[in-house]
Each structure stands twice: as structure tokens, then as C-alpha cells.
């Protein structure tokens, strides 16, 4: 069974551009997280789908982030325009539905973002 | 601020030795989990350990946790060269349906052949 897949792995753009990142959960997954990760900090959450639903966007920096999870299948997270405090490590994970009670996230490889 | 924080930052062992990180988070938890990262790999989940609970085994690694101290420590048993890679602590402290994880910044692990 394939895992979660992220495209591209790395990214690099200028300052203003525009990039769009995916990420392909496992079959099957209602859930689906996206997380960040900038140089030198720590893994920060940036939201979470519920099929094609946002359940938290309270870790999303600011206006400029935008996620979407059409059909609740694969998600995209565009950043428009980008600046340089964006360049990280993007990953996604995802996990199963299951109410209270805890299931595993699976994580992807990450896409590296770097902001010129 | 952080949720979890992990010392040492960095660590190199010998194969063999046994390596110990420890994790220490500052709100009430569900659990804790522990993650690897090899380089240019996604995150794996390595265990979790509930907040009932006080020690968990899995293969060559032991968790324990202390909620009355609000830490955690993983102890990674005969080391080997391929354990070389960083070490996450996540705690999940979510009410309901949502599971977001809080992480610590890490410890990066060199086990040296």
C-alpha cells in the first residue's frame, strides 16, 4: 500500500511568486494534517481536513496560506504570495477516522520550500 | 512557545552504547508519541505512550513517562549505525476529533560504526 506522497520534494522561488504544494494521503484516510517545519524551530501544525472539510486552521500563519482538500482526496497548500519567513519543510500526514480515540498519523517526506 | 522540548539537542554514541533523550512538555496530555526522522525522509512513528500509562517497551526502544514532571525520556538500547537520524517527541493534548500534534525542536542522534 502506498504511503503519504508529497509533490514536489523541493521548491525554490522568489519572493512574491506563487507555489502550490501537494500531498496524496493514504487511501482510505478521512484525516489529513498538514505541518511545517522552519530552520532551527520546531514542527509546527498548520491545519486539519476531515475529508474536505477544515476541522482547525489555527496554526495557518496568515491570509497568504491557502489549503484546500477538493473531494476530500489529495490537498493542496498554495502560499501567495510567498515571502521569505515561509522557506521550510512542509509535511503531510494523515491517519483514519476515529472519533475520541487515537490513530496513527502517517507522515510524508516533506517538501522543502526555499524563498529566495 | 513550544510544547515539548528535547535535551540533548544532539547526541553521538558509539554503536553499542545506549542512547537516552528526554522530552519535557508543558500542558496536560492524551499521549506522547516519539518520532524518527532520517535525513530527507518523513517523520516515522516510533511509539506512543499514553498518559496512563508509565513505561512502554518496543523493540530496542523504552519509554517512559512522567506526568507529575511533565516529561518523557526514550531510551534507545545497543545502538546501531542506522539509528543515526533526529528524534521528535509529539504530545497530543486535542479534545474531540481533532489530533493535532505540539512537537519539541528535536535531537539529532549520530551513532557512530
Known amino acids: 500500500e502506498a504511503g503519504v506522497t508529497q509533490f514536489p520534494s523541493h521548491s525554490v522561488i522568489e519572493k512574491g511568486q506563487t507555489v502550490t504544494l501537494r500531498c496524496d494521503p493514504i487511501s482510505g484516510h478521512d484525516n489529513l494534517y498538514w505541518y511545517r517545519r522552519v530552520m532551527g524551530k520546531e514542527i509546527k501544525f498548520l491545519l486539519h481536513?476531515?475529508?474536505?472539510?477544515?476541522?482547525?486552521e489555527s496554526g495557518m500563519p496568515n491570509n497568504r496560506f491557502l489549503a484546500e482538500r477538493t473531494g476530500g482526496t489529495y490537498s493542496t497548500l498554495k502560499v501567495q504570495p510567498a515571502e521569505l519567513e515561509d522557506s521550510g519543510v512542509y509535511f503531510c500526514?494523515?491517519?483514519?477516522?476515529?472519533?475520541?480515540?487515537?490513530?496513527?498519523?502517517?507522515f510524508g517526506p516533506g517538501t522543502r520550500l526555499t524563498v529566495l | 512557545s513550544q510544547q515539548g522540548e528535547e535535551d540533548p539537542q544532539a547526541l553521538s554514541i558509539q554503536e553499542g552504547e545506549n542512547a537516552t533523550m528526554n522530552c519535557s512538555y508543558k500542558?496536560?496530555?492524551?499521549?506522547l508519541q516519539w518520532y524518527r526522522q532520517n535525513s530527507g525522509r518523513g517523520l516515522v512513528h516510533l511509539i506512543l505512550i499514553r498518559s496512563n500509562e508509565r513505561e512502554k517497551h518496543s523493540g530496542r526502544l523504552r519509554v517512559t513517562l512522567d506526568t507529575s514532571k511533565k516529561s518523557s525520556s526514550l531510551l534507545i538500547t545497543a545502538s546501531r549505525a542506522a539509528d543515526t537520524a533526529s528524534y521528535f517527541c509529539a504530545t497530543d493534548a486535542s479534545a474531540g476529533n481533532n489530533r493535532k500534534l505540539i512537537w519539541g525542536l528535536g535531537t539529532s542522534l549520530a551513532v557512530n560504526p
Open positions: 481536513f476531515v475529508k474536505e472539510s477544515k476541522q482547525d
Open positions: 500542558t496536560s496530555i492524551n499521549n
Open positions: 500526514a494523515s491517519s483514519l477516522s476515529g472519533g475520541f480515540s487515537y490513530n496513527e498519523q502517517f
